[in-house]
């Protein structure tokens, strides 16, 4: 779903960058923060669509893709060829090969035949030899013939030996040229799938980019409210609630929620680009009617799939919030915003997040914390302007009305510290998400 992308995206990358945070400098000055849980997004200063590649860059780098995926395709077959030339009788080293052995197997008979007439000679000698009216002539003439024999047995054995290292040298070669081309096929196989895999992740950037439709607007169709507990104990599970409203004046087909929580700096902590903000992260988990398990808000941030909304219905949604057991005591915060798309390919998120601070207590030295799978009861969920209550993880069509939770924020808490996150959900995502239809051509 291209929101869930647009969004989850934007978010994980907004919240990851310590720049983000930087990015609202007045922040971090000495006024006191918002008295409603729900605010504007922070602006960023820096333009987002600087960094963003155009409908051109991302066709460019398609035919860039092809090209070098095609040429693998070439390198992969030539390769191949070259493999199956070897098995082809006319192929210079098996040529060599069928020659070498060819002759291998002369000098093997010739080595044969000589040893067996070195051997009849012998054995013609030792006749003569036993005849007792042998004549001297006879018996040289019998000697001779052993030593031409031998003579001839040495140079079948050599020219053996000769044919056979040819044979063997021969059939290396063969062998070496069999494993080299497996090995370029090898290679060859790597570069046309890694070139496979950047055509088509080129490929879906420019079908994601054409598919985008007009611009994700902001507008106060969907309405996210969060409330908990105001007190929060280090390495324990505490329940909260994010109620998600279509004020809109249609239905809505498919709305998301995205949530982030993180334990604020105290005043006073020195806040830069080197700043490790993934140590600050809460753990969040969600549940709701339709996604009775408990799931994961990963760091990539996915989304709570809330799914169809009618025009003034609402859905609840179960947090639980797991600070880690060894995180000091300060403050804590958990910030949220919604996001729609319909089948027609509109889309939009919220004007305003909600954001929920609390207070996180240190675990005792006695304790030993230990979240549990087992949901605790779910908490009821009263909502200002009227007297209707929704059990959490249900759904209603009695919209929100009314001011949403305050934050609870200390008045001496910086308000950049309580927005931190809000900035980095908010801004971060919204712009990213406003980002016109690439390939709108003008």
């Not at 031998?150 to 140079?155: F, S, V, W, Y």
Request: hydrophobic fraction near 40%; include cysteine.
């Amino acid at each position: 779903m291209k929101i869930r992308r647009i969004l989850a995206t934007a978010v994980a990358a907004a919240v990851t960058t310590p720049v983000v945070f930087l990015s609202a400098a007045p922040a971090f000055a000495d006024t006191k923060p918002s008295p409603t849980s729900t605010q504007k997004p922070a602006s960023h200063e820096d333009d987002p669509d600087e960094d963003m590649p155009s409908i051109e860059e991302l066709k460019a780098a398609v035919a860039a893709a092809q090209k070098a995926y095609d040429e693998a395709v070439v390198e992969l077959d030539k390769a191949m060829a070259d493999l199956k030339a070897l098995d082809k009788d006319d192929h210079p080293l098996r040529v060599a090969v069928t020659e070498a052995k060819k002759a291998a197997d002369e000098a093997a008979a010739k080595k044969t035949a000589a040893d067996e007439a070195l051997a009849k000679a012998k054995q013609d000698e030792q006749a003569v030899k036993d005849r007792p009216d042998a004549t001297d002539q006879e018996k040289a003439d019998a000697a001779a013939a052993v030593a031409a024999a031998q003579t001839a047995a040495d140079e079948a054995a050599t020219a053996k030996t000769a044919a056979d290292d040819k044979l063997a040298k021969a059939d290396t070669a063969f062998d070496d040229a069999r494993v080299a081309a497996s090995r370029v096929i090898g290679l060859a196989q790597k570069v046309k799938k890694a070139a496979e895999e950047d055509l088509d992740d080129a490929k879906e950037e420019l079908a994601f980019y054409e598919d985008m439709g007009e611009e994700c607007t902001e507008d106060g169709s969907v309405k996210v409210a969060l409330t908990g507990p105001k007190t929060v104990t280090a390495g324990k599970s505490a329940s909260f609630s994010l109620r998600v409203s279509n004020d809109g004046d249609r239905d809505l087909d498919a709305v998301s929620a995205y949530v982030n929580a993180l334990q604020l700096p105290e005043p006073g902590d020195v806040i830069d680009e080197e700043t490790d903000f993934s140590e600050r992260y809460i753990s969040v988990e969600w549940s709701s009617a339709d996604n009775p398990e408990w799931t994961k808000v990963t760091k990539e941030f996915d989304s709570i799939e809330v799914g169809k909304l009618v025009k003034g219905g609402q859905a609840d949604v179960k947090l639980r919030l797991t600070v880690k057991a060894d995180a000091p005591a300060g403050k804590g915060s958990t910030f949220a915003f919604g996001a729609y798309e319909n089948n027609d390919g509109s889309c939009g998120m919220s004007e305003d997040y909600a954001t929920l601070q609390f207070d996180i207590l240190a675990a005792d030295k006695g304790d030993k914390p230990k979240p549990t799978d087992t949901p605790s009861p779910a908490p009821t969920v009263t909502t200002g302007g009227n007297t209707n209550t929704t059990q959490q993880g249900g759904r209603s069509n009695t919209p929100v009305n009314g001011t949403l939770a305050a934050t609870g924020a200390n008045d001496t808490l910086p308000v950049g510290l309580a927005a931190v996150g809000a900035v980095a959900l908010g801004a971060g995502a919204l712009v990213v998400a406003r980002r016109r239809k690439a390939g709108a051509q003008a």
